[in-house]
């Protein structure tokens, strides 16, 4: 899609050429048949925002899409993409798998089963035999929310539950706070949960595109019941 940019360790083909006439017919059967299972058009790729939105890192970079969906039911139509597939099957989840871990991880998931990007960019894979996997955005990335803040407004104390993510830790927790609640209140949360010492460590709010501030609240950055917000860790200089 021309926006992912990520070195890939080059993974050779393997020569068909050689292979018996019935083993290369079934490997060009299933390539016919990959091709087929992502037709159709309720797994095509959401409309993108344009003027240079972005979601994502490394191999997961992308346009950042618009969605009308619920997050239960997106969750739902992610779920029935990946069980369409029923040729190459463990091939579609290792992908699948490398969608759901953070860029760094899921590009080395790939290598290590002989799957690689064709563009830099998880949206379209390879794998050693010439076979073409096709992902949509919307199984790659959350929506990409417009980050004009809505004004403060103490009137919205909903009780929501959300996700706290580790991208690097690979550690989550869930938990219920109110839409008020500020980006210093999530930030002291997680730090207590996993013994980090805000002396040491600096630690940022990833959500739709951009950082919540710690000044921030859940209501300003549109944050609904059921989201998940990008945790990052990292040392002090």
């Known amino acids: 899609m021309g926006i992912c940019s990520t070195t890939n360790k080059e993974v050779k083909p393997k020569n068909i050429q050689n292979q018996p006439i019935k083993e290369k017919n079934q490997f060009l059967e299933k390539s016919n048949e990959n091709e087929n299972e992502i ?46 597939k ?27 089963n002989n799957i690689k990007t064709v563009n830099g960019c998880i949206n379209e ?13 919307f199984c790659i990335n959350d929506p990409y929310f417009e980050l004009e803040l809505l004004p403060k407004d103490d009137s919205h104390n909903e009780i929501i ?18 839409e008020n609640e500020k980006g210093i209140d999530l930030i002291k949360k997680y730090a207590s949960k996993y013994n980090i010492d805000l002396n040491e460590f600096v630690i940022r709010l990833l959500f739709g595109g951009g950082i919540i501030k710690e000044n921030d609240t859940l209501y300003q950055h549109k944050v609904k019941n059921g989201f998940s917000i990008q945790i990052c860790v990292a040392k002090k200089i």
């Open 39 to 84: 037709e159709n058009p309720k797994f095509k790729d959401m409309p993108i925002w344009g003027n240079n939105k972005i979601k994502g890192f490394g191999i997961k970079q992308m346009p950042g899409y618009k969605c009308n969906l619920k997050i239960d039911e997106l969750i739902k139509l992610r779920e029935q993409f990946w069980s369409s």
């Open 86 to 112: 029923k040729t190459n099957k463990m091939q579609w989840k290792i992908i699948h798998q490398a969608c759901v871990y953070d860029h760094i991880k899921g590009e080395e998931y790939l290598y290590k």
């Open 125 to 137: 894979c390879i794998d050693s035999y010439g076979n073409i996997y096709k992902v949509p955005n």
């Open 161 to 178: 539950e959300i996700k706290l993510f580790d991208i690097i830790n690979q550690k989550n927790i869930q938990i219920k706070v109110s």
